[in-house]
């Protein structure tokens, strides 16, 4: 079993996508933003090859705890401006 802790990768042919499970907030940006990519319901519950790799950007980079990134295959890689920090 996989720790909560744990970086998973899901690997598509133009687009990385990793998931952090403590820092997600559960709000489903995802889940609204591309149903056919993210699907809690489903093993693996990501497939980066389900949209555009520039769609699928666009997504990721709405999540507001930062617990999804990416990296284009290309090497074009993520920039993060505003991610919400947890005050501790």
Known sequence: MSSP?????????KITVTFEARRCLHAAECVRGLPEVFDPGQRPW???????????????????????????????AETR????RSCA
Request: contains cysteine; negative net charge; proline residues 7%.
């Open 5 to 13: 802790t744990e970086k998973k990768t899901y690997e598509g042919q």
């Open 46 to 76: 990501i497939r980066p090859d389900g949209a555009e790799a520039e769609r699928l950007a666009e997504v990721v980079r709405r999540c507001p705890s930062g617990a999804l990134q990416y990296e284009l295959v290309d090497g074009g």
């Open 81 to 84: 401006p505003n991610v919400l």
